[in-house]
């Protein structure tokens, strides 16, 4: 074991080109995702397998920084190697190391840039997604939106589809709502279901992050604003839901039905949402949402008592 930390500790090689800098720490990084990976890590006990992995993830970044700056010079004076030459390979290097500064230090602004660096070297939807995820890290609300839109742009202009749309068109509406632009969502929800087109999608078999999309535009003012669209999503989703055993969705689902005056359904929902969350531990809810739905069942019983014929 010593000895494999020991070789990780090395500081990186300098390598020939940005070409070969971008394979090296590709391959690195793809050592603990590669079906055939060596037996010196695959044996490892579970923490020290975790330390390993964090030394090649700072390893893979430090050789990606070495080829961006053998590329920024090559860009600058043409002094280098022909692997240094790529613009297309500058973006997929931009977006990587994007991704590692992300992910393993939190440089939200400095990932924006590269990602942003990478678009205007050689466009592709990786880049576009960067921009998004950091300023969806840094709840940066109106530039999540902005990027939001240049991805649409992008991805309509070459007949794609983003990788995780309903995910990313959740958190659009969560923008959209912190920013008080509501009547946005809409138009959103029309693009993630050309996107959905595009993919095949099956409407009566969404997934979970559908599932909770679609949610999220009924709570976030849907219901309110847009109660037909809202039904009109609510309807076909409820047998859905009633198979869901995240104790957080059944909570959205809920208030769903609770916005839409659906209280025998939205009763049943957060009542599922509070057994699901003590089955699986009870971390799941924090305890403002475990004071809001008990608020909320209070009410929905409150309803269900009262005679029909009462109206006070």
Same mark, same amino acid.
């Given at each position: ?21 971008? !394979? ?7 050592? +603990? ?18 330390? $390993?992995?964090?030394?090649?993830? $700072? ?17 600058? !004076?043409?002094?280098? #190697? ?12 931009? =977006? =990587?190391?994007? &991704? ?11 990932? &924006? ?11 592709? #939807?990786? !880049? ?15 530039? %999540? %939106? ?14 794609? %589809?983003?990788?995780? $749309?309903?995910?990313? %068109?959740?958190? &659009?509406? &969560? ?23 595009? =993919? ?16 999220? +535009? ?23 839901l009633q198979k869901i055993d995240d104790p957080r969705t059944l909570m959205y689902a809920g208030g769903a039905a609770y916005l839409l005056d659906r209280e025998a359904e939205a009763k049943v929902f957060y009542e599922a949402a509070l057994q699901q969350h003590t089955r699986q531990g009870g971390a799941a809810l924090s305890k403002e949402d475990l004071t809001l739905i008990d608020n909320k069942l209070a009410y929905c019983n409150q309803v269900l008592r009262k005679p029909w014929w009462k109206i006070w």
């Amino acid at each position: 074991v010593q000895g494999v930390f020991a070789a990780l500790a090395e500081p990186p090689p300098e390598l020939e080109s940005a070409f070969d800098c971008y !394979n090296y720490a590709g391959l690195r990084l793809n050592l +603990f995702t590669n079906a055939q990976e060596p037996p010196y890590l695959s044996s490892l006990p579970a923490a020290e397998r975790a330390k $390993a992995q964090a030394q090649l993830r $700072a390893l893979a970044t430090a050789v990606y920084e070495q080829g961006r700056a053998r590329m920024e010079r090559f860009f600058q !004076n043409g002094q280098g #190697q022909p692997g240094d030459a790529s613009a297309h390979l500058y973006a997929m290097l931009c =977006n =990587n190391l994007g &991704i590692r500064y992300a992910e393993d230090s939190q440089r939200y602004r400095e990932a &924006i840039e590269l990602h942003k660096a990478g678009i205007a070297a050689s466009p592709f #939807q990786e !880049n576009y997604l960067g921009v998004l995820r950091g300023y969806d890290a840094l709840d940066d609300y109106a530039n %999540v %939106v902005k990027a939001a839109e240049d991805l649409w742009q992008f991805t309509a202009q070459h007949g794609e %589809v983003p990788d995780s $749309a309903d995910y990313w %068109v959740g958190q &659009i509406f &969560i923008a959209l709502y912190h920013l008080g632009r509501v009547s946005e969502m809409p138009a959103w929800l029309e693009r993630l279901a050309h996107w959905q087109r595009q =993919n095949d999608e099956d409407e009566a078999n969404l997934s979970h992050a559908a599932l909770t999309t679609r949610l999220y +535009f009924c709570q976030l003012g849907g219901a309110e604003h847009y109660r037909d669209m809202a039904l009109a999503i609510y309807e076909p989703m409820r047998q859905q839901l009633q198979k869901i055993d995240d104790p957080r969705t059944l909570m959205y689902a809920g208030g769903a039905a609770y916005l839409l005056d659906r209280e025998a359904e939205a009763k049943v929902f957060y009542e599922a949402a509070l057994q699901q969350h003590t089955r699986q531990g009870g971390a799941a809810l924090s305890k403002e949402d475990l004071t809001l739905i008990d608020n909320k069942l209070a009410y929905c019983n409150q309803v269900l008592r009262k005679p029909w014929w009462k109206i006070w």
